[in-house]
């Protein structure tokens, strides 16, 4: 069987469509779909159900892209570094959200960078859990944290952690609304204080609201910006109300900087998971910072 067959066939079905595929390849949609064919020709089975976007793999494409997917992603591995090049440091691409990845994730994992003969090259990439999990799926990076699970035996996922999430604002704006000694266990009233979000859907807030007050924020965004960490200065400053996760804001709760205006007696959670292509861990760099992340979790949330 023709590896270069093989390597589009692995591309189109991580991908989800030839175009795409294609792009990543560098070729042209009817090359890719030239080569699928004669693919299917050879097996005398169909690899993918077309469909009005994209592609959808039959059970033998499954099949075959698990048993395929993982030696071909070694040996581009290989070509990448050398056999004898031993001097030279395997990379790891990792992906993630910028706050989490960036707070917890990278400072952990470069411990193990350097030259000491098991160390790594780290390279990382920032995204939301949709970019994050079709970056792994088409082999962009080899680790990728979300707070999604993803769907399917390509792509396995291990629960790495769970934050809380807390209701915060500054003192002063506390004492503007009369929380300044609030009855923490009963809902405030927080109708009119302006609320900072990281998107104009306000995923954080809302999320809180639905699952301790059973019910959506009244007030719209004010401040919306796509950190956790502008969140939080925004929030340090007296610009309104914020929900945030515990470990990014226990420093600024502990100095007085912010104050928890509600606390629930179960706090909503939101939950991490570590996923990688199915049969990338038998490489040892990806196997070690695997192991590395879920035991460093342990002490994170």
Known sequence: MDLALLRT???????????????????????????????ERQLGRPLFLRQARGVTPTTIGDE???KAAPHLDALVEIAETGIDDESSLRTLHLAGPPEFTAERALPAL???????GQGFALRASFGNAEETLEGLAAGHHDLAISTA?????LLAATPL????HVLVAAPLRAEQIGLENPDRK????LEDVPVIEVHE????????WASVFDSRPAAPGTVIVPDLRAVLACAVAGAGLAVLPRYLCGAALERGDIVALHEPAVPPLRTY?????????AMPHIARAHEWLLRSAADWC
Do not use: M, N
């Open 9 to 39: 066939f692995v591309t189109v079905h991580r991908a989800g469509s030839f175009t795409r595929a294609a792009a990543l390849l560098g070729l042209s949609q009817p090359a890719v779909t030239s080569q699928i064919r004669t693919l």
């Open 64 to 66: 075959l892209a698990h």
């Open 110 to 116: 470069t411990k193990l960078t350097g030259e000491d």
């Open 201 to 208: 859907s306000l995923p954080f807030v809302s999320r809180y």
């Open 273 to 281: 998971f570590l996923a990688v292509r199915t049969g990338t861990l």
């Open 161 to 164: 952690c769970d934050e809380e």
């Open 186 to 189: 009963g809902a405030p009233a």
């Open 149 to 153: 699970r993803p769907r399917g035996a």
